[in-house]
């Protein structure tokens, strides 16, 4: 699990395939490298990926052909920079809200708008998610924890403070710019109870009605 306050950003080194479909991924991140151990969880760009080493101030990753599809991780190339956060520890403040690096969907930046020193974003959200999506609400975005401003059918939007611009690779998009979106947690299992997401078109809706029926007063 993960907080969603990046730690630091780091550089892709490589991508490669190793066997058994799996891609190898390397990034160059000296503040955190030297103290990931293998097998440990790190939070790349938000979706949550197992370690097997690192080495010289960079470590390597391995990500399954699902997380290619399912996040941007699948259009990495070296160079790109990410956004890294190790798993919360046992005890640990949980200053931003509940991560499980469990990209739900790859939104595309709508629109940009500077106010003074922060940023207003727009951010497309498919009927998938978009039950998800509440004002005053949380999401992560690239891994970041956020608190949404608005939301509709089609999108959702959020602001970007100063320390959020320059601490984060938030602070580099565009629009245009695809970037991995996790729905707070809570969020996801209310719609699934509900019958609101995508993926439940056959339960049905929960009302006053049917909560009376079942003897809610």
Request: glycine letters at 12%; a negative charge; one cysteine or more.
């Amino acid at each position: 699990m993960f907080t969603g306050l990046v730690e630091c950003m780091g550089e892709t080194v490589s991508i490669a395939n190793s066997r058994g479909g799996m891609v190898e991924i390397a990034i160059r991140a000296p503040v955190i490298a030297s103290e990931i151990s293998p097998g440990e969880s790190v939070a790349v760009a938000g979706a949550c990926l197992t370690a097997i080493g690192s080495d010289g101030g960079t470590f390597r990753a391995q990500m399954m052909a699902e997380t290619r599809r399912a996040t941007r991780l699948g259009s990495l190339e070296p160079g790109d920079m990410l956004n890294l956060e190790r798993a919360l520890k046992t005890g640990g403040r949980l200053d931003g809200h509940m991560v499980l690096g469990h990209v739900d969907e790859v939104g595309e930046i709508l629109d940009v708008k500077t106010a003074g020193d922060s940023k207003i974003i727009h951010i497309s959200a498919s009927e998938k998610i978009s039950w998800g999506t509440a004002p005053k609400g949380s999401v992560a975005i690239d891994g970041v924890s956020l608190t949404i401003i608005n939301s509709w059918r089609g999108g959702f939007s959020i602001g970007l403070i100063p320390t959020t611009l320059g601490r984060t690779t938030l602070g580099l998009i565009e629009r245009g710019h695809r970037v991995n979106v996790e729905i707070d947690v809570i969020a996801r299992y209310v719609a699934k109870l509900l019958g609101k997401d995508a993926e439940s078109p056959e339960r049905e809706e929960l009302t006053w009605e049917k909560l009376a029926e079942y003897g809610w007063k």
